[in-house]
């Protein structure tokens, strides 16, 4: 009989931050629009900047733990953003991964991709499966790796594996961890087998979201990935990560909101649990004596096990570079960046030369020689 060992750092109050990378998709332009050009840039790997519309002669700067430019490959996204930590979730550790921004900057790009170009998930579940396959020989431990595949849509939980299936509850063992009694979980012994489970339980997805209003840009997508690991000699200690990879609902729910409480208050009705994920990454990442509020949606409550604590966790935040975006695209970054603020002060506005609009630079410069009228 497999005793089970409660993955805890031992009562140590201690939690993780949330890593915070940006990803910057190329600029789409449409023919029929007039083409304004972007609004924001990258500036480093670390930097980017953004126009300021309360005054276009300014640009607003912010800084993260990485910034992706729009030549970046999803090789390039995967190994610096996801593949370093995977290997935690061998050694009976959580991690997560999150797609944030508005709709149509690219987050099912980042997580699922194509076949030509395949995204986190694809790459992801591939290295677990090569990870565990390095460590097989002459290790003490058995390995098994499972999959459950889940929607939160109006806060409630649908089983993406069985498609008629209700509304979930969501629970919490003796040791903490969450679960989601009668969610199917599906053993996978490789990346094939886990295609064959994912690919159509995906589609049949997208194919509803177009009857029912846009739901893909509103549900949340989780795709959890359990490592359980079996010590092959007796006593049988077992240990179980778990890694979620979610493409979240849109952040446009939050448009032009600013960082102001009250309309972010509002649109938080719209979508609690994306609400409820920007108070906990921000109560995470301000290190902030106050409760982490994992209770108060069902995103939240679930990947309470995984997000913070001695979790790992990243959110690539997707941004778009034109104009029609400008607002939502603020208002990501704006999210992003502020539990930044307080650790590293990233945020500076300073004043630039803005060579994207030159008919305002002339006027300026006309006006700074002191011959305006
Ligand atoms: P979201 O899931 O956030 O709504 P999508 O991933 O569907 O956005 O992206 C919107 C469009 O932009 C899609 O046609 C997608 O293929 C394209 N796209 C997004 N990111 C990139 C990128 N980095 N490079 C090339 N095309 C991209
Ligand atoms: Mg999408």
């Known amino acids: 009989m497999a005793q089970r060992v409660a993955v805890s750092d031992g009562g140590n109050k201690k939690t993780s931050r949330v890593r915070v990378a940006v990803r910057l998709r190329p600029y789409m332009s449409i023919p029929d629009e007039k083409d304004e050009g972007p609004c924001v840039r990258g500036l480093d790997s670390q930097n980017l900047e953004i126009i300021n519309w309360r005054n276009a002669t300014e640009t607003v700067k912010y800084h993260f733990d990485v910034f992706h430019g729009e030549q970046t490959t999803q090789q ?46 694809p790459r992801a579940v591939r290295e677990v499966f090569n990870l565990v396959k390095a460590k097989d020989e002459g290790e003490e431990w058995d390995y098994k790796i499972g999959m459950s595949y889940l929607e939160i849509y109006n806060e409630k939980v649908l089983d993406l594996l069985s498609p008629n299936s209700q509304d ?43 009857k029912l209003n846009q739901r893909s840009s509103r549900s949340h997508a989780i795709l959890l990935i359990k490592v359980v690991r079996t010590r092959r000699v007796p006593p049988q200690r077992q240990q179980t990560g778990k890694l979620y990879l979610v493409d979240l609902a849109g952040s446009e729910d939050n448009r032009r909101t600013g960082n102001q409480g009250i309309r972010l208050k509002e649109s938080g009705a719209i979508n609690l649990s994306l609400f409820t994920l920007s108070k906990v990454v921000d109560s995470l990442n301000s290190g902030s004596a106050v409760r982490v509020p994992y209770r108060d949606s069902k995103l939240t409550r679930l990947l309470q096990d995984s997000l913070g604590g001695s979790a790992h966790s990243v959110m690539i935040t997707n941004i778009a570079p034109e104009y029609k975006y400008y607002f939502d695209t603020f208002s990501a970054l704006n999210f992003a960046a502020k539990s930044k603020l307080i650790v590293n002060k990233p945020f500076t506005r300073e004043t630039v030369a803005v060579p994207v609009l030159p008919v305002k630079r002339a006027r300026e410069e006309h006006e700074a020689t002191g011959s305006g009228t």
């Not at 995967?78 to 921004?101: D, E, R």
């Not at 961890?177 to 049949?204: E, R, W, Y």
């Open 168 to 210: 979930l509850p969501i629970r919490e063992d003796k040791d903490k961890n969450i679960l989601i009694p009668g969610l199917t979980h599906t053993i996978i012994t490789s990346f094939l087998d886990f295609d064959k489970h994912f690919v159509p339980a995906t589609l049949n997805r997208t194919t509803a979201s177009t």
């Open 76 to 121: 390039e996204v995967f190994l610096t953003s996801v593949k370093p930590i995977l290997p935690h979730i061998l050694n009976g550790q959580n991690a997560s991964v999150f797609a944030y921004g508005p709709t149509g900057a690219g987050k099912t790009h980042t997580m699922l991709g194509s076949a030509k170009e395949p995204g986190v998930i």
